[in-house]
């Protein structure tokens, strides 16, 4: 029983941080056809910048948290208009530019850190207690905010003006740029929430696992699993496929050796993709 | 190109066939180049940069085969691991020798590539790219999987080495396996097959209505790729004894792909010009030590930025500037 409510804390902390980054991916993803392979680099960020600001700084770590958001948002925003912009719709340069992005945040984090071992510190401490059951708050706590936020970020795209626009783009470009949708700017404010929603699922995660250069590979793997899995364009989806995911990560390591349940969930993925090659709830072609 | 027969449509043919001359002189000059290299060298790093840079040439000339037929797949790194591994694999475990390792190798990832090729080509641009990318993944995965017979996360050890000795014989070997492999790719570009491949790239439904099979195209090109870069992994399994799947991740066929993307994607020589550059360039800054990623960081945003057709672009662009200028002199001298 104490494993059971351990490992759905764990399947929903796990499906939350996935979620955020997705989100991010997915709306450039479905607005601007960009397969932005830097945003696996851009949680690695947030979960450094939030640590330079708890530990070195000695911050409150909610207003790290924030800083860290507003800082990486900004520089999303920064990367829209000079690395990306220039060539949407151009498969090969988005991948040379992203990639290039990505080697040079991980070779500056190299160079900052020198490879040490670092860890954000906890945003709460204690643990609730009732009877024979333990959740530590931290967890609580966590999971807390990322459904809020993506509580948040799901209203923002659906009901906001800004978040329609942006659905109108992900239409389709050309119509809604007749309309009268600032495309540039209405892309940018995208960007920038992809990417703050990124640094704080890196900042979250940060105080559980050890902040390294390449984490953001495992998550930027997962995220592609995630978007893919779900479909272009479908916010719902990658939700319920966000849960699927964590519910995998979490349940399987305890069935079997942990190297298994990896190979396992990708040979998953592989098969669903060869049935659905659009994704379980996908609508675009 | 172009530019060239619209200016003088006259001698269009001479030019054509002079620089054809040229372009196979450089090449021959280039080849011998290297050949004699291992003369004026006897340092092993020098010769042991080289020899990856030809083994890596193999597959990315493989990969930008591929790419002729519109599909973008991001799993070449991956391919070179499954033919690494089965080279390995057979050399430890059933004691063959290195001449029947590799061409096993070479096929098994060719067959590999028919069996998940086929399935694939139903997917396009993105969608392909994206479930090469988890094929890719799994590849991985099941390497640490069945760890018992791979050597899971710590690696793979006792392939038996090709050549006893220095690593001259490996330099030759490797050299002449990059310039094999080329000239096969660069004819299997030229024929019928690669035309056919390229109409399928421009336009698949008109491709289709004149009779070209797209399914079996897209397969078999896959699979021609794939034979490729399992030959090179075999090769490099034989080379480098040790092998871990960490070398045939997401970041090597990500860096494969910009080793074709820098040299130039329109352009046979992209990939081997692009190989060169991103294997060598960072060796001369090696005294950056961690800094010197930053180096194929720089490299990777000139091309993207200044020169999109690739660095084999580059006379082209400089034409370009030096033909607005004198147009630029020209107008103002008019006024």
Known sequence: MGQAIATTTNVLILSSM???????????????GLLNFAHGAIYTIGGYIGYQFAVRLGLNPWTALFLTTVIVAGFGAFLEKFCFRPFVGDFNRIVMVSVAITTVLQTLINIWESGEVLTLPPFVTGVLKSGRFAVSY????????GASLLGVATWFVRRTRWGQQMQAIAQNTEAAFLQGINVRR??????????????IAGCLMGSYIQLSPFMGDTMFAKVLILVILAGVGSIGGIFLTGLLLGALDAVLPLLMRGSFSDAIAVVIVVVLLLFKPKGFFGHEA | MNSVAMSQPMSAGVRSDRKRRAKLSATV?????????????????????????????????????????????????AFMGVGAYAAGMASRWLGWSCW???PSGALLTAALGILIGYPFSRLRTLYYAMGSLFFGLGVIQVVYALGDWTGGYSGFTGVRPMFTGSKVSYYYFSLGLAVACSVALYRFEF????????????????????????????????????????????????YNLVISAAS????????????????????????????????????????????????????????VYIFPQGLVGIPQVVRAWYIRDRKGDQVAHAS
Request: with cysteine; aromatic share 12%; hydrophobic share 55%.
């Open chain 1, 18 to 32: 996935y979620i955020l980054v997705a989100l991010g991916f997915a709306l450039l993803f479905s607005m601007m």
């Open chain 1, 138 to 145: 931290q967890r609580l706590v966590t999971f807390a905010v």
């Open chain 1, 186 to 199: 209405i892309s940018m404010i995208a960007f920038a929430l992809g990417c703050g929603l990124a640094a």
């Open chain 2, 29 to 77: 000059g280039f080849i011998v180049a290297l050949c004699l290299l291992p003369v004026f060298t006897s340092s092993t790093y020098t010769l042991h940069i080289f020899i990856l840079t030809f083994i890596y040439i193999v597959t990315t000339v493989s990969l930008r085969t591929i790419t002729t037929s519109g599909q973008f797949p991001l799993a070449h790194g």
């Open chain 2, 100 to 102: 029947i390792t590799i």
């Open chain 2, 191 to 238: 024929s019928r097959i690669g035309t056919n491949l390229k109409a399928i790239h421009q336009s698949h439904e008109v491709a289709s209505s004149v009779g070209i099979n797209e399914a079996w195209y897209r397969v078999m090109v896959v699979a021609v790729g794939c034979f490729f870069a399992g030959l090179s992994g075999a090769v490099y399994a034989h």
């Open chain 2, 248 to 303: 045939f991740n997401l970041g090597t066929t990500l860096g494969l792909f910009m080793g074709v993307l820098v040299g130039g994607i329109g352009s046979f020589a992209g990939p081997i010009v692009g190989t060169f550059i991103l294997t060598l360039f960072p060796e001369f800054f090696r005294d950056l030590r961690i800094y010197s990623p930053l180096v194929s960081a720089a490299i990777l945003l000139i091309a």
